[in-house]
């Protein structure tokens, strides 16, 4: 029977394990980021891969690795936390990470999620909406790139489509429609596939789903997890904050089941 993955922080997959403890399907794969310090959590009906993730190449290839995880992420985004120098050329920099992480004897899985955001850095918002589009579109083709240069690579690629949820808002503008969601999952899936085909191993591919300020209730995530399920392999569920209230976790939960059937269904 199949199970669905999932990307959890470490500290939200604690907080919710400590009020539904069963809440996996047998069979479960879960990457627990551990951060540099962290130890994996035992999970039931879970097996937990455990990742140190890291916002910046520079402060991976200069830092000491947490020997406790297995595999490393790299989240290149349009924020302070990746240097200038990597957002302006992410497809040399996943290359680069994942050639590095495989070298370093840790690359097992090596996690990319590229945001769809760095298309707006590399414009730096002076340009066209359709150029910054085009950039957008460029970022799944990076994704399949990396198999190309690494067809050995053990890859785990999530696509950052957690502002394409309905209900959510940025910039004066919200989502109205799952379709947003489901096409967006689907055009990068299409434009990676021809790379992602040259890996030995069938990379896996995860969605963003998140809980945050504007996507507040748990139909929108079951919505998008009914959509998508047949496209992936699962879901990271990104939960901002330090602290979850039961509601929040309950939500959690809600999902997490939603999910555990549909994948069920999936055999």
């Given amino acids: 029977m199949a199970a669905p993955r999932w990307i959890f922080i470490q500290n939200v997959l604690q907080a919710f394990l400590a009020d539904y403890p069963d809440a996996f399907a047998p069979g479960t794969i879960i990457y627990e980021n551990i951060g540099q310090t962290g130890t994996p959590d035992t999970v039931t009906n879970a097996t937990v891969i455990p990742y140190e993730g890291n916002d910046s190449f520079a402060l991976f290839s200069n830092g000491t690795l947490n020997a406790a995880a297995t595999g490393h992420m790299y989240d290149n985004e349009n924020w302070s936390s990746s240097p200038p120098n990597e957002q302006n050329s992410p497809r040399s920099y996943m290359v680069v990470f994942a050639q590095q992480a495989i070298a ?3 690359g097992s899985p090596v996690i990319l999620v590229p ?9 730096h918002g002076g340009n066209s909406a359709n150029d910054i589009a085009y950039v957008q579109a460029q970022i799944p083709q990076m994704v399949g790139e990396v198999c190309v240069q690494i067809p050995s690579i053990d890859l785990v690629w999530n696509i ?3 502002s394409k949820l309905p209900g959510y808002t940025q ?10 969601f489901t096409n967006y999952i689907l055009t990068c899936i299409s434009a990676a596939r021809a790379g992602l085909a040259k ?6 591919i995860l969605a963003g789903i ?5 996507v507040t209730t748990a139909p929108p995530l079951i919505e998008a997890v009914d959509a998508s399920y047949r496209y992936v392999q699962g879901y990271w569920f990104n939960v901002p904050g330090s ?5 929040q976790l309950a939500i959690v939960n809600q999902v ?6 549909k994948y069920a269904l999936k055999g």
């Fill in 104 to 106: 370093r004897g840790c």
């Fill in 199 to 204: 890996a030995t191993t069938a990379p896996v």
């Fill in 171 to 180: 910039n004066g503008s919200t989502i109205t429609s799952i379709e947003v």
């Fill in 243 to 247: 602290s979850w209230t039961s509601a």
């Fill in 210 to 214: 998140t809980l945050n300020s504007t």
């Fill in 115 to 123: 945001a769809n955001d760095l298309g707006t850095f590399l414009y």
């Fill in 256 to 261: 997490v089941q939603e999910a555990n059937y």
């Fill in 160 to 162: 950052q489509a957690q």
